[in-house]
Structures are given as structure tokens and as C-alpha cells.
């Protein structure tokens, strides 16, 4: 069908998995490369990382969300360059594909703001590999105290979380509940106070983006929880069994969680393109880029600006899913011999969750919602954002199980260098 266009989509994060479902209908050939064989499901990652989900309810094979759709073909291969001009693009492990259009929905990386060490030792939160890697650190590290009662006086158990955003905070929340319930249990010799949890925030507040009575309410929770929250605290070097605070403090810790902040992929820098803040591509109002109306870029790469503004959306799974969503009607249009139409976000509000029991909710109006209600209210949300109803039910059921039973159930650490 040489008539057909070829729609070339990068990335199979929220922009790229919701333009590729939205182009089912579309008379284009779709082919969809993304260096995972899955899909990352990024707000539950915290919950990999502290052993209350599997990594399956997390990350979704891509071919199998798309075995409905007949016109998309997936491969797995690293994007190595874009070349706007060309309209091609190259990757690290197959031959170049050609496109008549293109949707970039690359994603981020973790921003360490050069702070000394902390590429080396610090342990991000930004994709399944991360969370991985640091639930695996954490349970180590336990089995590392047991054996050797000097390292728990040494200070070695002890968390610092930086960054009091949503990620920041929910990841202090679940880690100080597998803290002070599992791992209580599991190593009761251990007193909690040579088990601290730190949450550290450079600015005034945790949560800025939320209100006063959420932002304090936040607060509680996380002390309830055993989280010392300490805010106007920098990072200024961290190493492998301590951080050093910019006030010259010293924490001793061998686990120091980063949440603190991203830049768009490096990928960007080839494309000859003017970059905006954080290295992120400034789009048109339709999400394409200036000078290629056949380019799209959408999710945590991607600039777009509020509509009269030049504040730009938020990087948010809710906005890269309905970015991507939106790429995917331009696509239809241009195809149909129609002009594109801007992007608008609904946003349906912002949400984070503490522990058991225990989350944030503000709608766009600016209304509040927290406690047990915005907890549930928070769990059925992002069961329906899962990608499939197989991840809903194993979330359900993890869920379900540690509600009643106080219980983490995923407490191994399988290594793959021993029989
Ligand atoms: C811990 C955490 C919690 C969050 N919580 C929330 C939340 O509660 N609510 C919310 O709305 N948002 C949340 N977010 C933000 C949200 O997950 C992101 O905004 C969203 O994932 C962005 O989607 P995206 O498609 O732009 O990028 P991504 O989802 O990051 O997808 C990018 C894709 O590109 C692929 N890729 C990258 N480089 C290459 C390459 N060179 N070659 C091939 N493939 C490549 C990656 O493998 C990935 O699959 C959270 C994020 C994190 C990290």
C-alpha cells in the first residue's frame, strides 16, 4: 500500500502508547520502537521499590497492548538520532526507519543538578530499572546489618529522600511503612530510631503545588509514618555511606533516594532546535514542532505552553497521555487534507498518596480532598490508568492483601550471579 503514510512513533511511555492507540482507525502504517520490550507505568514505581507491587503490574509488554490493532508493528531498539530534515531516523541496533510523520515521545532523564556524587551513588526513581535496583539496595542493605551489627550504629540503614514533590513524598510514605511494619518485624532487634527516614526538600514547603491545609496535612502523615521532613536543606555531595547538606550537616546513609528533578532526553541536543527550559522541545499550539508540522512531540520532552501563557504544562503522565492522544488527530487531519487544531489539557486535578490510609487531592478549582477518602479516591484513579485489566487485578489484589494484612509482600532479593 504505497499510499499509505508511515507513522514513526518513539517511545512507548503515556505519549507515545496514547498516540499509537488513538491512530487505530487512521489509514497509516504505524510503527512504534521503543528500548524496552514494555511500558513503564512511572506513578507506581515507588511501590516496586518498597515491595508493594510486582514489577509486572508495573511495566506491560508493549506487543500485547497492541494486538488489536492490526496496522502497528513494535520493535524494540534504542533511537540513536533524528534527522528532521532527512525525515529519518537511526538506532543503535536496527536499520533506519524513514517517516512521513513523526511523534517524539521520548520521555526524560534524572537531573542530578551536578550535584558531586550523586550520579554515582545516589539511587533514582525514573524507570523500572531504578525501582528495582533500589528495592534490591534496601533489602541488601537490612541483610548487611544483620550480619554485622556495626553497620546499623554506623548509621547504614538510615534513608535520605531528596525532593518534596509527589515523588519525593510518596516514596518517603512507602518507605517508611516497609520500615516500620516489615521490616520491624522481620528484624526486631533493630530500635527504629538507627533506622531513620529523612525526606529532604530545598525549598519552603513539601507539595508546593498543592495548598496550605494539604501541605500541612502532608506533613503530619509523613511524622505519623516516622518521616523526619526537613525543608530549606540542599545536597551538596553524597557518598557511598553518607550526604553532606550544603550547611555542612552530615547524614550517614547508604541509600539516598533522588527525586528531585529532570531533563529532557539528551537526544534533543541533535535536532537543531532552540531548546526551551529543562532542554525540553518548545512545540506549536497543535504539539508540533516549528518549521515540521509532520513532527510531534509530546509527554515530559516536549514544551507546550498553557494556552495565553507562556507557562508550560506540567510533565505529567495525564498531560503525555493526552498529548499523545492529541498527535495522533493532528496526524489523522493533515491526512484528511485538514488544518491541525491546539492542544488543550483537561486537567483533572493533582493527587498523591502517603501510606495506608493516607493521600492528597486538588482538583483544578482548587478544591481538597485527603485522608481516607482521597486515598481511595487515589487508588481507584490509578487503577483505572493501568494500561490493562490483568495490571488492575494483580494491583487489586496487592493492594487488597497489604490493607488487611499490613504486609509487603514482595521481600526478596533474587540474584541472578548465585545458583
Ligand atoms: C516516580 C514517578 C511518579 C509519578 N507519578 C505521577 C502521577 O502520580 N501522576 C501523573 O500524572 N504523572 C506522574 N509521573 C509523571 C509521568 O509518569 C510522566 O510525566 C510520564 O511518564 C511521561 O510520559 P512520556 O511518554 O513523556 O515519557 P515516558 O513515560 O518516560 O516514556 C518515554 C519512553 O521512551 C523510551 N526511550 C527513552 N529513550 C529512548 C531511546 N533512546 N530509544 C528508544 N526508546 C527510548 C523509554 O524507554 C520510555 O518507554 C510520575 C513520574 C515518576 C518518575
Redesign the pocket.
Known sequence: MPDRSRVLV?????????AVKALKKAEADVVL????D?????????QVASDLIETTTVGHQLRDLFHDQSNVTVHE????GIDLDDRSVT??EMAPERYDQLVI????IVNFFGVEGAEEHAFP???LADAVRLRTHVLEVWEDADRDRSLVESGALNVAIVGGG??GV??AGALAELYRRDFAADYPEVPPDKARIVLLEAGDDLLSMFRADIRRYARRALADRGVEVRTGEVVAAVEPTQVTLKSGEVIPTRTLVW?AG?EA?P?VHGLGVDLQRGGRLPTEPDGSLAGHPEVFA?????WTTVEGSDRAL????????Q??EHAAHSIMRLEAGKTTEPFHYHDKG???TIGRGAAVVQTKGGRTMKGRTAWLAWGAV?LALLSTGEDRAKAAVDWTWAGFSHERPGRISVRTDQP
Open positions: 518513539l517511545g512507548g511511555g503515556f505519549g507515545g502508547i496514547g520502537v521503543d528500548q524496552h514494555y511500558h513503564t507505568f512511572q506513578p507506581l514505581l515507588y531498539a534504542t533511537v540513536a538506532f543503535a515521545g521520548l520521555g526524560a526513581l525514573y524507570t509527589p515523588t510518596e516514596s527525586g529532570l532526553n537526544l509530546v509527554g515530559d520532552i516536549a506540567p510533565q505529567l503522565g495525564s498531560v503525555a497521555l498529548a499523545g493533582t493527587m498523591a490509578h
